[in-house]
């Protein structure tokens, strides 16, 4: 059986969640870089109709939404468990990759992250105003994922679940910006949460190279 192929790239919080889920598996594959910010290649747009990142491609299974191939990932191949066997478990963490995918990345990554870090970056100035119009949804996303995460070790309980790889990529870009200490000031669960995530060996061979 062929190793499975990963395609996006490396700087994508999308991209890094599908190779946090496959390095977290143990699992053998090739990623391969796709930098869409000189326009998509035809042939990406051929395995993702949306224009989007990442794809995923194993033995001739093509697959697209990381979500998917997060769970594909985990079904398909031996390896430690990413989702909660209980029902309410396998729910939270569905409920939180949801909250992510609707109401985090869009404010904290869309909007904060590429103005602080990325525009001067690429030789631009940070837009200040769209930088203050996003701080209360990422407020309110910090807080109600502090609230989620309660005492527990991880997002959807004691175990690490892909719910607490999709946040990983998001979290280390937001935690580069300035912004993001007084917002985590009052949320301890979430420093706690951080610290452990923040040291596997997954997050590190994962760390995407921004010049």
Known sequence: MADPILYGPGYSTYTRSA????????????HVEVD???????????????GKVPAFEH?????YETCAIERYVDEAFAGPALQPADPRGRARMTQIISVLDSYTYAPTVGQLVIQRLVAPLMGGTPDEAAIEAALPAVRNSMGTLEQLLGDQAFLAGESLSLADLHLAPIFAYFTATPESV??????????????????????????????
């Not at 190779?19 to 090739?30: F, H, N, T």
């Not at 869409?36 to 949306?50: I, K, S, T, V």
């Not at 997954?202 to 995407?208: D, G, R, Y």
């Open 19 to 30: 190779r946090l889920a496959l390095e977290e598996k143990g699992v053998g594959y090739q």
């Open 182 to 211: 007084p917002i985590l000031a009052d949320k301890p669960g979430l420093h706690r949460w951080w610290e452990s995530i923040k040291g596997r060996e997954s997050v590190a061979k994962t760390e995407p190279n921004l010049g």
């Open 36 to 50: 869409f910010l000189q326009g998509m290649p035809e042939d990406q747009r051929a395995r993702q109709p949306f």
């Open 59 to 63: 033995d001739g299974f093509r697959l």
